[in-house]
C-alpha cells in the first residue's frame, strides 16, 4: 500500500478554492503546475489523487477549470495563441484531427484545356 495523501479529501476542495481565488486576485493564470506548487505536491502525486475516488472528481474539476482559463485568455488575446495550442496539445490531449478520420477525403481536380496559339 501506497503512502498517506498529503492533503485529506476533506481539504483538497478547500485548498483548490484558496489556489483558485489566489489565481483571480492576482489575475494570473490558473495552471497544474501552480496548483501542484500552491499545494506543495508533486504532478504525480495530483495524478494519483485523480485516480483516488475521494479525490477525483475534485481534481477533474480543477482540470476542467485549468482548461477553461487557457482558452478563455488565448481567446481574448492574453495568452500567446501558439503557446495555448501547444500546451492544449502536450498537457491538455488536444490533437488535430478531421471530423471522421474513417472517411476518405474528397478531392476535386479541374483541369484546364490551354487554348492554342
Request: charged fraction near 40%.
Amino acid at each position: 500500500m501506497g503512502r498517506p495523501f498529503k492533503i485529506k479529501p476533506d481539504e483538497f476542495a478547500k485548498v483548490m478554492e484558496k489556489y483558485l481565488k489566489r489565481c483571480e486576485q492576482k489575475d494570473i493564470p490558473i495552471t497544474v503546475s501552480g496548483f501542484c506548487a500552491f499545494a506543495d505536491i508533486s504532478d504525480e502525486t495530483l495524478r494519483s489523487y485523480e485516480k483516488n475516488d475521494d479525490y477525483k472528481d475534485v481534481v477533474r474539476r480543477f482540470r476542467r477549470k485549468a482548461e477553461a482559463d487557457l482558452i478563455e485568455r488565448a481567446l481574448m488575446g492574453k495568452v500567446n495563441s501558439t503557446f495555448a495550442i501547444f500546451f492544449a496539445k502536450s498537457k491538455l490531449g488536444w490533437r488535430d484531427h478531421d471530423a471522421d478520420p474513417k472517411k476518405p477525403k474528397e478531392i476535386n481536380i479541374n483541369f484546364v484545356k490551354k487554348k492554342d496559339g
